[in-house]
């Protein structure tokens, strides 16, 4: 892979990342109402870290629709 795709693929990585952060929303939650989700991938497996948000404030399925985009 050529150096010059492989800044746009990690610029495009960080740009998701950024907008999955700024979905999540976690004022005002209750222990009941608070979810995790995973985000990116770490070489040996599993996520490279949890987001953690509210189900009753954060659009979940954009969320997730998101991650999902960032994933691929």
Do not use: N, W
């Amino acid at each position: 892979m050529p150096p010059a795709q492989a800044e746009s693929d990690s610029a495009k990585v960080a740009r998701l990342e950024r907008e999955s952060r700024a979905l999540v929303h976690a004022d005002g939650c209750t222990a009941s109402q608070c979810r995790t989700a995973p985000l990116g991938s770490r070489p040996c497996g599993g996520p490279r870290e949890y987001l953690v948000y509210c189900a009753a404030t954060t659009d979940s399925a954009a969320l997730f629709a998101k991650l999902a985009e960032l994933a691929h």
